[in-house]
């Protein structure tokens, strides 16, 4: 099957972390470019971060900088996100995406391939 499938979301404190994960499989691991975004109620779908399968350039939104780390292992097609010191501000739905174009990365009307999301909410 060509899917993204994530998980690891929940309900954690103010100030504290969770790890996402992404496992990818079919053509959606036959792709360049993983991408985290997310989605707040109201707000419109936003870039978190990004890893090539091949290399390591990642990238990420200024908002979760020195927060979050993206990572993968490809032997198990899975990238991760590591969520630390979370905030307020970081509640939504995470989900993963991919692309064969390098040049979709950050782009949510681009990437190719979507998981269905996992579900991260911060209490105060």
């Known amino acids: 099957q060509d899917q993204l499938v994530e998980s690891g979301g929940g309900l954690v404190q103010a100030g504290g972390s969770l790890r996402l994960s992404c496992v990818a499989s079919?053509?959606?691991?036959?792709?360049?470019?993983m991408d985290w975004f997310r989605q707040a109620p109201g707000k419109e779908r936003e870039f978190v971060a990004s890893i090539p399968w091949i290399g390591a350039n990642s990238y990420y939104a200024e908002s979760v900088k020195g927060r979050f780390t993206i990572s993968k292992d490809n032997v198990k097609n899975t990238v991760y996100l590591q969520m630390n010191d979370l905030k307020p501000e970081d509640p939504a739905v995470y989900y993963c995406?991919?692309?064969?174009?390098?040049?979709?990365?950050?782009?949510?009307?681009?990437?190719?391939?979507w998981g269905k999301g996992t579900l991260v909410t911060v209490s105060s």
């Open positions: 079919g053509r959606a691991r036959r792709t360049y470019i």
């Open positions: 995406a991919a692309d064969r174009d390098y040049s979709d990365s950050r782009d949510a009307t681009a990437m190719e391939y």
